[in-house]
Each structure stands twice: as C-alpha cells, then as structure tokens.
C-alpha cells in the first residue's frame, strides 16, 4: 500500500501563489510516476502536473509556465508550486502514485482562488 497525505491548499486571491505538498509513505519502493490531478465542481478529475521516477516532468497546456512540480527522495515528498493563479484553478487537487498498473490517491486539498 501506498500513503499520499497533501496539505498546502487554501483560499488565494488571483495572482496569488501556494505551494502544495505530498507526504508518501508505506510501500513506496517501484513506484513508476508521480503526480497532480484536479477536479473542479462539475467536472472530471484532470491531469496538472507529473513527474517519472527518472525525474523528467510533464504539465498540463493551462499550467504551463505557472505550476511546478518537483520531489525531495529524501523526505519522500513531491510538491506543486503554483504562480499567477487564476480563479479557473480552483479545485480539489490530489496527490496520485503509479506503482506498476495500480494508482493511489490521496484524500484531496481544496485550493479556492478569488477573483
């Protein structure tokens, strides 16, 4: 089993910046990717940000140039620094890890921008 805990969202005024965390534990040994997913009211859950374990990176067309996605091996943690945030990011954002053909998600951190 794999353990995803995020913290790091909250209520932001456009423009604004967060940076989001996600604490892994448990058998994180083979895990393949990592990554940020969000859901917005109404709509499916969508890819923001991935990263391999080889570290190459891939991002979202409506995230390019503002988020980030990066990892700390030694705190098993991945992050998402978010810039110039715009009222349409608002949304549940969840940590996610492939580890071979299994997904695992953790609980979700609303991020809410205000216009």
């Known amino acids: 089993q794999v353990r995803l805990v995020e913290s790091g969202g909250g209520l932001v005024q456009a423009g604004g910046s967060l940076r989001l965390s996600c604490a892994v534990s448990?058998?994180?040994?083979?895990?393949?990717?990592m990554g940020w997913y969000r859901q917005a009211p109404g709509k499916q859950r969508e890819r923001v940000a991935t990263?391999?374990?080889?570290?190459?990176?891939n991002y979202a067309d409506s995230v390019k140039g503002r988020f980030t996605i990066s990892r700390d091996n030694a705190k098993n943690t991945i992050y998402l620094q978010i810039n110039s945030l715009k009222p349409e990011d608002t949304a549940v954002y969840y940590c996610?890890?492939?580890?071979?053909?299994?997904?695992?998600w953790g609980q979700g951190t609303q991020i809410t921008v205000s216009s």
């Open positions: 996610n890890a492939l580890r071979g053909s299994k997904d695992y």
């Open positions: 448990g058998s994180i040994f083979s895990i393949n990717r």
């Open positions: 990263v391999t374990s080889g570290g190459s990176t």
